[in-house]
């Protein structure tokens, strides 16, 4: 006993089944990939969780360099990638994914330069 009324329950379920057909038709339309707000979403994810991944390798490397017999300018070069590669992280979160790509870019560049003067 649900306390409804005989009005208010569908005998043959059509009502229930024509609003899971359409919760199915709109997750579709949300998964579409060659809708433009999925494009930008996966761009802003992607940007996003590289961006903190190349972070955190980045901050690892320093402190595993500095434990070690490297010169400071190996630790601090990594350090200094790693802060570029989260401000990337930041960026991408904002949707500004080409820059934020750049960015990426260069915080990879300055740590791979600092592994250079290893």
Same mark, same amino acid.
């Given at each position: 006993?649900?306390? !409804?009324?005989?009005?208010?329950?569908?005998?043959?379920?059509?009502?229930?089944?024509?609003?899971?057909?359409?919760? $199915?038709?709109?997750?579709?339309?949300?998964?579409?990939?060659?809708?433009?707000?999925? $494009?930008? !979403? !996966?761009? !802003?994810?992607?940007?996003?969780?590289?961006?903190?991944?190349l972070a955190l390798a980045g901050l690892a490397a320093a402190v595993l360099r500095v434990t070690g017999s490297a010169p400071v300018l190996v630790p601090a070069a990594y350090a200094f990638g790693a802060g570029f590669c989260a401000f990337a992280a930041f960026l991408g979160s904002r949707g500004r994914t080409r820059r934020a790509l750049w960015v990426l870019v260069a915080g990879v560049m300055v740590m791979a330069l600092g592994d250079q003067f290893d």
């Open positions: 006993m649900s306390g !409804r009324g005989d009005s208010e329950i569908s005998e043959t379920g059509e009502e229930q089944h024509a609003e899971s057909a359409q919760d $199915v038709e709109d997750l579709e339309d949300l998964e579409d990939p060659g809708d433009p707000e999925y $494009v930008a !979403r !996966r761009a !802003r994810w992607t940007a996003a969780g590289s961006g903190a991944l």
